[in-house]
């Protein structure tokens, strides 16, 4: 169930965008917002899944469909409560984007413009005969806009190539009691998945391979939303 949840959120995003931006209420298409729902359901891609639409402070459409509980057959409804994850990416990417808009960066700036901590960090190419990962310069500079997409090759704990996983939780950049400069320090030791991509078919490839390569990607954002605010990027 929480996995379905999780899908439609994404999903949801997408859908939400391409009706909402640049219309009016009156103009938001409600049918076809309902109809995809509906679907995900109907094609039981989804056990349940709502959708609520604002438009300028203003409430344009709520849909619910399928089922919040299917052993108990209780329906979605306005105030199912539901799990969903990576609450912090859409928190980050606005503030990010707040920043952007001030002129504080360029979306293809290098990252490690503003974390140059970052500025080794080399990309996994296998492993060698005795097992050790055998480690490449990256094909370009890691940028923004990669942060924004997910295509920095950032996935560390998430990883599916266990040696990376293994480094990750040895070195455990995320650990609690880590301030954000310690963070970006032991991040600029653990290679990446991939190189970050070098156009948008690659970027797509590179999405599809590594489940969007999330990972450290919101916690990388944060860092620079931090640099771009302080005297450190001037």
């Given at each position: ?35 995809t ?46 799990q ?34 970052l ?26 806009r ?25 070195t455990?950049?995320?650990a ?59």
């Amino acid at each position: 169930m929480k996995s379905s949840l999780l899908i439609s959120a994404f999903a949801l995003s997408s859908v939400i965008t391409l009706s909402a931006a640049g219309q009016s209420a009156g103009q938001l298409d409600k049918t076809a917002i309902s109809q995809t729902l509906k679907g995900f359901v109907d094609r039981n891609e989804l056990i349940g899944v709502s959708a609520l639409v604002t438009i300028d402070g203003k409430e344009a459409y709520f849909g619910a469909f399928g089922q919040a509980d299917r052993e108990a057959k209780r329906p979605m409804t306005r105030d199912t409560i539901v799990q969903i994850y990576s609450m912090t990416k859409p928190v980050t990417g606005v503030a990010l984007m707040q920043l952007w808009e001030q002129g504080k960066f360029r979306l293809d700036d290098p990252v490690i413009k503003y974390i140059p901590e970052l500025a080794n960090v080399k990309v996994f190419q296998g492993t060698n005969a005795s097992g050790e990962p055998i480690l490449a310069p990256l094909d370009r500079p890691m940028t923004i806009r990669d942060l924004g997409r997910h295509t920095a090759g950032l996935t560390g704990g998430d990883s599916d190539i266990p040696i990376i996983r293994k480094m990750t939780e040895a070195t455990n950049p995320r650990a609690i009691t880590n301030t954000l400069d310690e963070f970006v320090r032991l991040l600029g030791t653990l290679p990446l998945d991939i190189s970050p991509a070098r156009n948008g078919v690659t970027a797509i490839l590179s999405i599809s391979r590594h489940c969007w390569c999330s990972g450290f990607r919101g916690s990388v954002s944060t860092c620079i939303c931090r640099s771009t605010c302080s005297s450190r990027s001037a």
